[in-house]
């Protein structure tokens, strides 16, 4: 595997144990929050991500196909992910979308919060506001998006938290 390709899985990595890290803390606070809850926040921590079909179908292929201009890359803002938590929402029950949105938006937010932690070459994040905003926070050059570490951490940390929920779980049934 190219080293480029390590470097995105890595990333892509983080973030969905990332979600899965915050989906199993809230699943210990709310005893409503079962496994499927848990998948929602990961599929949320991973929507943003969701620009990346861009490297299957380029923005200039789509923009021939549809005869307009086309980019993928509003996926990668918080409007566009909202979007696309709206639009996943209304692939479950309509007594449970509110949860079910809710439940991804906090995956999408912590993608967001990571993302905006990386280094950048200009020292600020990109426009997540955008398009009502195009403000640039300043990056708080942490660790780059092809960094490991980042994906080591995640898997301790989801580590430590399965274990932690296991052992809770054991102890209820007892």
Known sequence: ???????????????????YVIGTLLSMRYEWMRPAHVTLVMIGALAPDFVKIELLLPDPAVSFLLGVPFSWA???????????????SLFVSPDLRRRALALIVVGIVSHHVLDIVLVTATGHSYAVFWPISGYRF??????????????LG?????????LLSRHRHGSRQV
Not at 142 to 151: N, Q, T
Not at 154 to 162: F, M
Request: proline share 5%; hydrophobic share 60%.
């Open 154 to 162: 995640a898997g301790v940390s989801a580590l430590v938290v399965w």
């Open 74 to 88: 509003p996926l990668h803002t918080l409007v566009g992910t909202l979007i696309v938590a709206l639009l996943g």
């Open 138 to 151: 300043p990056a708080a050059d942490l660790f780059l998006s092809s960094d490991r570490w980042p994906a």
């Open 1 to 19: 595997m190219a080293e480029r390709e390590v470097s995105a899985v890595a990333d892509v990595l983080t973030h969905v144990l990332a979600g």
